[in-house]
């Protein structure tokens, strides 16, 4: 192939909704953008393009894989350790699983058990830079814990000791109860 400057060839791209940009870029194969500018080289197909508030939009990817309530794929395990900018080991040990088995998460390998894959998404949360996302974590865990400790009191309820009393030939609650 002879050399040649992409400049020259760039033809302009408008992403549409309709055609939408594959942000491959994002280390994630569903990701596509609409209502971005992006350029392809009509000699060599080379395409560029033009993504403003990258970081914003990193977030917005993040946040949206945390909440989406279907399992993690092995990118996207891999898509929130970097973004947390942590190594694979760091990572793992953080979750209280072997490198090797986070390894296999991130290939794609094996699939995390369900405690896992939300515990994934927890420590994403708390170590990220996204404030409505930690916002919106803290909610949740607090919602969470109270669902938790109301069903502890009914199991405790259900558990406690029930005493009837034996009056007139009428068996009656007890007033100690």
């Not at 209502?35 to 403003?52: D, L, M, N, Q, V």
């Not at 979750?95 to 090797?100: F, K, M, N, Q, T």
């Not at 994934?120 to 400790?149: H, K, Q």
Request: proline content about 3%.
């Amino acid at each position: 192939m002879r050399e040649h400057d992409c400049n020259a060839h760039w033809k302009e791209h408008a992403a549409t909704e309709r055609e939408p940009f594959h942000f491959v870029d994002s280390g994630l194969s569903n990701i596509y953008l609409a209502g971005i500018k992006y350029f392809t080289c009509s000699e060599c197909g080379r395409t560029i393009a033009e993504i403003p508030a990258i970081k914003q939009l990193m977030r917005v990817i993040a946040r949206d894989i945390v909440f989406n309530p279907v399992s993690l794929s092995g990118e996207q395990v891999k898509f929130l350790r970097k973004r947390v900018g942590k190594k694979s080991a760091d990572f793992a040990k953080l979750l209280g699983v072997e490198a090797e088995t986070f390894s296999r998460y991130e290939n794609g390998k094996q699939q995390p058990a369900e405690s896992i894959d939300k515990l994934i998404r927890l420590v994403y949360a708390l170590n990220c830079d996204d404030a409505p996302l930690l916002e919106r974590t803290r909610s949740a865990l607090y919602s969470a814990l109270m669902e938790w400790r109301k069903r502890e009191l009914k199991k405790k309820a259900s558990k406690s000791k029930i005493v009837l009393q034996m009056r007139n030939n009428e068996w009656s609650e007890s007033q100690a109860a």
